[in-house]
């Protein structure tokens, strides 16, 4: 049996088991540096959001390898081959709420059957708030979801928010179970 010292079990326990790489959608220092925040926020946190998801979602992470693009305009999540497209300007706080928001759809993607009033962003706001507390605190989840309902144009986040929120933890999480049964018949 190969022995290792614990600093190189340490370190092989925290590679994250999501390959992501960020690429700047065109070249320039915005998107560069942009690129290069969201690649440390990975290494740092990749190993620690997957586990989380995989934790409160009951869901393994569905791909191994995911590419984001960085980019100006709205964060996407992308499908199958599709990148991910990551916002450039956000904070550090929020590239690191969208990452895992984004990666929720993303390993949401499996759930082929769905009940009729739950789209897309209420789905995933059945375990993303808990998942961001887990993950980072309350205040952080507090912060995240308050941001995201100013969020206008694309969809009403702030409905979506304020309906998942109205729900206790317990609640929604038993609800996502629901959605989790339905696709296991």
Known sequence: MLALPATAVLVLAQQPPVNMTFVPQTKSQAFDAAAEEYRQIWAAEGAHIVQGMERISKLKFPEKSVKAEIYEGPSFSGRG???????????????????????????????????????????????????????????????????????????????????ALAMTREARLARFEDVLKANKK
């Open 81 to 163: 081959k599709d990148p991910m497209r990551l916002r450039a300007s956000y904070k550090p706080d929020v590239k690191k709420g969208t990452l895992v928001h984004e990666l929720g759809h993303r390993m949401n993607a499996q759930l082929k059957k769905r009940p009729s009033d739950l789209d897309e962003h209420r789905l995933l706001f059945l375990y993303l708030y808990d998942l961001w507390v887990d993950l980072y605190g309350k205040e952080f989840a507090d912060a995240q979801a308050a941001w995201e309902k100013t969020l206008k144009g694309l969809y009403d986040y702030e409905s979506a928010w304020n309906w």
